[in-house]
């Protein structure tokens, strides 16, 4: 255990341009949890020189992330173990899903995947290694890069898999990273960070990364930090307060970019009805999107429509009501128990509301409600919401800027609903059961990250 920990309390890692920080512990979270003392002077890297992976050729950068990979899988520094026994401490999700998700770590670090975003997304290595030649109009011709950014993440917690993939972008962009660890991963961004620096210690690439905790709006930290002669971008994921905090530190010469909180639904075809088997096929897809993470993902769907009488989607809620308990590669059987207030809620449409209709309890094991029109509170906790419309076109209306996935069953509908609902707002259109796990090199919240995190400089 690095540092000084108190009695009691869960230890967190500050890794400090690779090296773990060995300062005095501070308490947080009311004795919960202890931490480094920050020193503000060593989170930033001056300007007066270029970074240290500026210049290291992609190539590099990529097997080094691939042999994290392979470290990350293997655990043989059983940092990952370590961070696990930690998580559970400070996690929602159960531990069963924690280690499943930790397992699978390492599948962001593999080659193709790596290589494919920095093709799909920044057109190649040519223009992140150098400058590449453009012609223009009228004869002319110039140069860009994608130059390296310096950055600042404050990274979500709901899903380890975030940390992974900030880290690995990081590094392809070359960039100086500052990770903000959030409360509910404390651990996983510095396990990853630790394991890279054992594969290759002092690397540039390694000494590019710090991730450090403080207290999400904590303005003796951040408005020190969120400055333009320190960092060009931040980026941002998490929910509207996380959000509109960082907005008040954007302006000239410091970005935001932001993942914003988003919502995910699914529209089901009455084809789903065909058969038995077609509508068990139809309520295990819906049920696989909806407890992805235990709905704590923003592709997890929440609002299912079903294209059918109120009949029909009873039946379809009925059996996705069953398939929601069961466990996934990143979901359990039994997820958190509903609130007491939200139960409230559920029980008056259960028992004084004749056109609504409840299945499941409130033991976290998954529970439907059939309603008219979609419900006003926010399903949460494998809780799923079902109405039924008489066209899938006319669930689009249900769409917009604030969904992010739709799947929708069957996938051959896909192809007469996506312009309607790219129209709406919506950034992305699967098969049902495919929402989670976005393929690498393809837009994320609408835009292409790596892309949006470079530093595009032209020499005319």
């Known amino acids: 255990m690095s540092g000084t920990a108190l009695d009691g309390a869960v230890a967190v890692v500050h890794v400090i341009r690779g090296e773990v920080d060995q300062s005095p512990h501070t308490p947080h979270g009311r004795g919960a949890f202890t ?17 240290l992976a500026f210049h290291v050729p992609a190539a590099e950068i990529v097997d080094l992330l691939v042999e994290t990979g392979e470290a990350l899988r293997s655990d043989r520094q059983g940092l990952l173990a370590e961070a696990l026994d930690r998580m559970v401490h400070v996690s929602t999700l159960p531990e069963e899903v924690l280690e499943r998700a930790y397992a699978a770590l390492w599948r962001g670090f593999r080659k193709p995947a790596l290589q494919a975003q920095i093709d799909h997304e920044l057109g190649g290595t040519e223009v992140l290694d150098g400058w590449r030649e453009v012609r223009l109009p009228e004869g002319r011709i110039a140069a860009t890069r994608a130059f390296p950014p310096r950055l600042v993440h404050i ?4 899903a380890p898999g975030v940390a992974a993939q900030t880290v690995v972008r990081g590094a392809l962009t070359k960039a100086v990273n500052l990770l903000k660890l959030p409360s509910n991963d404390l651990f996983t961004a510095t396990a990853i960070l630790r394991t890279m620096a054992a594969v290759a210690p002092g690397h540039p690439v390694v000494r590019s990364f710090s991730a450090v905790y ?14 333009p002669q320190f960092f060009d971008k931040l980026v941002a994921w998490g929910g509207e307060a996380t959000i509109r905090g960082a907005l008040k530190y954007v302006g000239p010469g410091f970005e935001l970019v932001s993942f914003d909180p988003k919502t995910s639904i699914s529209l089901i075809g009455r084809e789903a009805f065909a058969s038995a088997e077609t509508l068990a096929q139809a309520a295990d897809a819906g049920a696989a999107d909806a407890t992805f993470f235990n709905q704590q993902a923003c592709v997890a769907s929440r609002f299912q429509f079903v294209e059918g009488t109120e009949e029909e989607a009873d039946r379809y809620a009925a059996l996705l009501c069953e398939r929601l308990g069961v466990a996934r590669e990143f979901s359990s059987a039994e997820g958190p128990r509903v609130p007491a207030g939200l139960r409230e809620e559920i029980d008056v449409l259960r028992f004084l509301a004749p056109e609504y209709r409840v299945w499941g309890g409130y033991d976290g094991h998954g529970l439907v409600v059939r309603s008219p029109e979609p419900v006003d509170f926010h399903p949460d906790g494998k809780i799923v919401n079902v109405v039924p419309v008489a066209a899938l076109s006319d669930a689009v209306a249900h769409a917009g800027v604030a969904t992010q996935t739709v799947g929708v069953y069957p996938g051959s509908r896909k192809a007469d609903l996506r312009d309607a609902l790219a129209c709406a707002g919506v950034q992305r259109v699967v098969s049902l059961g495919g929402a989670g796990g976005m393929p690498p090199g393809l837009s994320h919240d609408g835009f292409h990250p790596l892309r949006r995190l470079m530093r595009w400089v032209n020499d005319e």
């Open 214 to 227: 403080w207290r999400g709006g904590d303005e003796s930290v951040e408005s020190v930090l969120f400055r």
């Open 35 to 51: 931490a480094p003392t920050l020193d503000l002077d060593r989170l930033v890297w001056p300007r007066t020189e270029p970074g």
């Open 155 to 158: 990274i979500a917690g709901n």
